[in-house]
Every structure is written in structure tokens, then in C-alpha cells.
């Protein structure tokens, strides 16, 4: 069995049917590791569980064994092991163990942090609220982090766990986000507006024109890309122009004015603006605090 597996096993079979109330404030309200049988009546409804909708929290619940069933609405889920669902209270969801699955044992954690609990719910928004977790996938293993430490005590404060929690949140992201583009559309149509840009540097570049080399309207390229990148074309192609003037600001002497005409902003103050709103730093300041860090062999 996979190692990741026989962690979770381990806190079962110490903790099984034990709910953990936080030492250090209610982020992480509850976690558990549980095993429901038929006469157990498990079987929890989204709109009958209290919360406020005010301030939501979420369930993240994964399958080891047996199985359960997630419904939302009038559509039914069957949750096998290595499979994962979000609930938001309150919500139309409810999660059950069904009459014809003799067991259900799973993990559990309930999230209060209002911060992560906002970008958990966009993420489901988007990719749903189930999802298939490998043994070996980074989002188990932080779950499997936040259980070990809340139960082993290694947590020595508030701010050990919160930052376990936010580990959490960013593999769960960082997967979603996978999900949610194809890899070679999303590769192959970022390499492709990064060539076009690259070869025309110095000029401005309109959406249509980009729309015009696949075929279609500005409207409807607008929302190609950003339905398969997570970008706006003018967000991407301001990217490229960012980047490449990083690089002349660190490893030329050119001034501003150069380095904006070259790379297709307006004029110097038109590239300072921008680049302080990206940076948080002129592009002076940039350059002198990190140009000697950009030479071979330099260290920060």
C-alpha cells in the first residue's frame, strides 16, 4: 500500500471516531478519520447542518475504502476510494452512506478559515466539487501533514497549523488549476502568442489581431484563451513585454526609454507606470537592487 495510505491507516486506527477541537483558535474546526457502517444512519444534508451563509465553511472528505454517495441537486455521485469531494455549508449538497454500501472509512477536515474557505469555493465553482486523488498526488500529502500534526501534537502554535493549512490550499489549487486547462491547448496557445509578441516586440499589439490569426472574432479569442490559459490575451501579451524588459533591466545598460521602446510601450513614463503596478518597484529601483544578484555566480 502506498506509504501516504498507510499514514492515514495509522491515525485510523489510533483516532478512529475522535474529533479534534483546536487548541489554537477554529480554522480547522474538525478532522477525523472515520469508518460508517449501515447502522451508523450516516448521512449529512447540507441545508440541515446549521452554518451561515455569511460565513461558509467547507468539508473536504477522501475515501479509502468502501464507498458513499455526494449529491447535489437531483445529480448522484458515487464516492470510490481515491476520490475526493467539497462540500459547502450550507449548501444543496448532501453526502450519505447509501443502503447497499455495507462501509464508508475516509478522512475529514473542516475548514473555517475564511480566506481559504473563499478560494476553495472559486475553485469548486469552477472544476466541480469531486475529483480523483492519486496516493502520490501533493494535495493528499498536505492533508496528510495537517492530520499528522493536529494529532501528533506537533503543531506548536497557531501559525504552525494555519501555515500547514495554507500548503494545503495551494497543492488543491494548483490541481484545480491543471484541471481546468488542458496542458498542450494551454502550452501550445501561450508558445504560440509568445512567438507572435516576441516578433513584434516593439509594436502595439491589438486582441484582433491576434483573433485574426486563429479565425475568429475579438469577443470570441478573448474567451478561447482565457477559457484554456486563466488569462486575458491583454493580460498575457503584457506579461511578455514585462519579462522581456525585466531581462534588458537587469543585463543592459540600456535606458528606460530604450528599454520601453523596444519592448512596445509608449514612452518611458508609460513603461514605469506599468512596471510599478506589476513590481511594486520603479523600474530603477529594480534594477539597482537586483541587478547584482543577476550576475553568474552572484548570491542574494
Not at 120 to 128: E, K, T
Not at 210 to 227: E, T, W
Not at 238 to 255: G, P
Not at 271 to 285: N, T
Request: charged share 20%; aromatic share 12%; proline share 6%.
Amino acid at each position: 500500500m502506498d506509504q501516504l495510505l498507510q499514514r492515514l491507516r495509522r491515525l485510523q486506527a489510533s483516532q478512529e471516531g475522535a474529533l479534534y477541537t483546536p487548541r489554537y483558535g477554529a480554522e480547522v474546526y474538525g478532522v477525523a478519520l472515520e469508518k460508517r457502517t449501515a447502522s451508523d444512519c450516516y448521512d449529512w444534508d447540507g441545508r440541515k447542518r446549521g452554518g451561515d451563509a455569511a460565513h461558509p465553511f467547507v468539508v473536504f472528505q477522501y475515501t479509502l475504502a468502501g464507498q458513499g454517495c455526494y449529491a447535489e441537486g437531483q445529480t448522484v455521485t458515487r464516492i470510490l476510494p481515491q476520490t475526493v469531494f467539497l462540500a459547502v455549508v450550507p449548501s444543496d449538497s448532501r453526502y450519505y452512506l447509501p443502503p447497499d454500501s455495507p462501509e464508508w472509512v475516509f478522512c475529514w477536515l473542516i475548514i473555517r478559515h475564511p480566506y481559504v474557505v473563499q478560494r476553495l469555493m472559486q475553485r469548486i465553482a469552477s472544476v466541480g466539487p469531486i475529483m480523483q486523488l492519486d496516493p502520490s498526488s501533493m494535495v493528499l500529502a498536505r492533508v496528510v501533514q495537517l492530520l499528522e500534526g493536529i494529532y501528533d501534537g506537533t503543531f506548536h502554535d497557531v501559525f504552525a497549523e494555519e501555515l500547514a493549512l495554507f500548503h494545503f490550499l495551494i497543492e488543491y489549487e494548483r490541481l484545480a488549476h491543471s484541471l481546468s486547462y488542458a496542458p498542450d491547448v494551454r502550452e501550445q496557445l501561450l508558445q504560440n502568442v509568445r512567438s507572435y509578441v516576441l516578433q513584434t516586440l516593439w509594436k502595439p499589439i491589438e486582441v484582433e489581431q491576434l483573433a485574426r490569426r486563429y479565425g475568429m472574432s475579438r469577443s470570441h479569442f478573448s474567451h478561447y484563451f482565457k477559457r484554456n490559459t486563466g488569462l486575458s490575451p491583454a493580460q498575457f501579451v503584457m506579461q511578455v513585454r514585462l519579462e522581456e524588459a525585466t531581462q534588458r533591466l537587469l543585463q543592459s545598460d540600456l535606458t528606460l526609454e530604450v528599454i520601453a521602446r523596444e519592448t512596445g510601450f509608449a514612452n518611458a513614463n508609460h513603461f514605469c507606470k506599468v512596471f510599478r503596478r506589476h513590481m511594486y518597484l520603479s523600474p530603477g529601483e529594480f534594477r539597482r537592487q537586483m541587478r547584482p544578484f543577476s550576475r553568474p555566480g552572484s548570491r542574494p
